[in-house]
């Protein structure tokens, strides 16, 4: 199975900041990778798919780029509301893999 | 609008098998593919099961090949996981998703709410 490394697995930020997460695949997946955000006590919601496509409803400060092995989601401008998990997901091949997780806090 | 929602979860002694359900609304259930996700207490997202629109093909992980079976009734508009020989390490919320686009190929863009499954004695 495709690994999926996300880093950082914790991070502390505060409002207004810009802050990046990453996820890198144990082989190419060309760009068949997707952002959720994880809410304490609810289910996922996808942010992005295909790696940069955002989508209906989401932000426009949440961006995502790259393709093979490397991926990143850039959130520009954090707000009160994004402070959550966010976990990448390769949907290239199954079985389906997400990284391990990134917890977003406030400073 | 898109609703899932699941059912069949509880407390199940190891060993134990256990059905869980996901009755889908507000879309042609039969064009898309589904998945099951879960997700232990305090850990993060672990991708389980997928299968395709007409259910003719399934896919799982290496953790639960074996012992999970994925199911669906296109006539009924439900998803299926039978889960075997139960584990603690099983002991997670399940949750129910939908492709994002019809047919395979695509991330899962709809999630149910879940429904809880303990494995203790």
């Known amino acids: 199975a495709i690994q999926m490394t996300q880093s950082p697995s914790s991070l502390s930020a505060s409002v207004g900041d810009r802050v990046t997460i990453t996820c890198r695949a144990s082989q190419s997946i060309s760009d068949d990778l997707g952002w959720f955000q994880q809410l304490p006590g609810k289910a996922p919601k996808l942010l992005i798919s295909?790696?940069?496509r955002l989508q209906t409803g989401v932000p426009s400060r949440f961006s995502g780029s790259g393709s093979g092995t490397d991926f990143t989601l850039t959130i520009n401008g954090l707000q009160p509301d994004d402070f959550a998990t966010y976990y990448c997901?390769?949907?290239?091949?199954?079985?389906?893999?997400f990284g391990q997780g990134t917890r977003l806090q406030i400073k | 609008e898109v609703q899932l929602l699941e059912s069949g979860g509880g407390l199940v002694q190891p060993g134990g098998s256990l059905r869980l359900s996901c009755a889908a609304s507000g879309f042609t259930f039969s064009s898309y593919a589904m998945s099951w996700v879960r997700q232990a207490p305090g850990k993060g997202l672990e991708w389980v099961s997928g299968?395709?629109?007409?259910?003719?093909?399934?896919f799982y992980a290496d953790s639960v090949k074996g012992r999970f079976t994925m199911s669906r009734d296109n006539s009924k508009n439900i998803l299926y996981l039978q889960i075997n020989s139960l584990r603690g390490d099983d002991t997670a919320i399940y949750f129910c998703?939908?492709?994002?686009?019809?047919?395979?190929?695509?991330?899962?863009?709809?999630w149910g709410q879940g429904t809880r499954v303990t494995v203790s004695s």
């Open positions: 997901l390769q949907d290239y091949i199954f079985p389906h893999t």
């Open positions: 299968i395709t629109d007409s259910g003719v093909t399934s």
């Open positions: 998703a939908k492709g994002q686009h019809m047919g395979l190929g695509s991330t899962w863009g709809s």
């Open positions: 295909s790696s940069s």
